[in-house]
């Protein structure tokens, strides 16, 4: 009853394992970047329409805009309220170090973000004339 079993399947386990494993966390490794640039894109919306509303109430930008971020710090933060339209441009650096990839990929990833939002509404243009508007 002797049953001649080879090695085969612990070998190719050994070597497929790891593979397998080392392609779930870079895919996760993206989705974490992913996640924070979209956060901190809606972030920048929601703080430039607050803006625009004249409803945010707070004098610290990088604050609003660091909520429900997971690995990355912001670096600057560059708020311009003007006459017509308030512009904003955020520089973020994701770190993330992980053992064994740091040949693959980059231990920081950087994330540079713009948006802006004209506060003059466009049916007032078309109504009034581009005479009626105050520009920058």
């Not at 920048?44 to 690995?71: A, H, K, P, R, T």
């Not at 053992?99 to 948006?115: D, H, N, R, T, V």
Request: hydrophobic residues 45%; negative net charge.
């Amino acid at each position: 009853m002797r049953q001649k079993e080879n090695g085969n399947y612990t070998v190719e386990g050994a070597f497929v394992v790891p593979v397998v494993l080392g392609l779930a966390f870079l895919i996760l490794y993206t989705l974490f970047i992913v996640h924070d640039k979209a956060v901190l894109q809606a972030n920048l919306d929601n703080l430039i329409f607050l803006l625009v509303e004249e409803e945010f109430e707070g004098e610290d930008y990088q604050e609003f805009l660091s909520q429900g971020l997971w690995f990355t710090t912001l670096e600057s933060v560059n708020i311009k309220d003007g006459k017509l339209t308030v512009h904003g441009k955020v520089k973020g650096m994701s770190h993330m170090k992980i053992p064994g990839f740091s040949e693959l990929i980059k231990e920081k990833q950087e994330i540079s973000l713009s948006e802006s939002y004209c506060k003059i509404q466009p049916e007032l243009v078309i109504r009034f004339g581009k005479g009626a508007a105050i520009y920058d």
